[in-house]
Nanobody, 116 residues
């Protein structure tokens, strides 16, 4: 079973930036489409960005132009560069597979709080 460990969250002012990392264990990481998800209090978890093994990327409209997803298959790590952060980006951020109905066990996530 793949284990996912997210890191890099924190408290940032509106307009600021953060870079999240997600380290995965297990084999064949490079073949999977990976995604970053977020869950705000009282809301459902949503997919904000995904990246395929060939590095084709997709973004939710709410983050397009501000967030950039990338991956390093050798390090089995997925990144999310978040710029121009807004208070509505406040959430717990998780990574997992994307484009599939099968998910690995969810990690603990990393809290992102955007506030002045």
């Amino acid at each position: 079973q793949v284990q996912l460990v997210e890191s890099g969250g924190g408290l940032v002012q509106p307009g600021g930036s953060l870079r999240l990392s997600c380290a995965a264990s297990g084999s064949f990481f490079s073949i999977y489409v990976m995604g970053w998800y977020r869950q705000a209090p009282g809301k459902q978890r949503e997919l904000v960005a995904s990246i395929a093994s060939g590095e084709f990327t997709t973004y939710a409209d709410s983050v397009k132009g501000r967030f950039t997803i990338s991956r390093d298959n050798a390090k089995k790590t997925v990144y999310l560069q978040m710029n121009s952060l807004k208070p509505e980006d406040t959430a717990v951020y998780y990574c997992n597979r994307a484009g599939s109905s099968f998910y690995w066990n969810w990690g603990q996530g990393t809290q992102v709080t955007v506030s002045s």
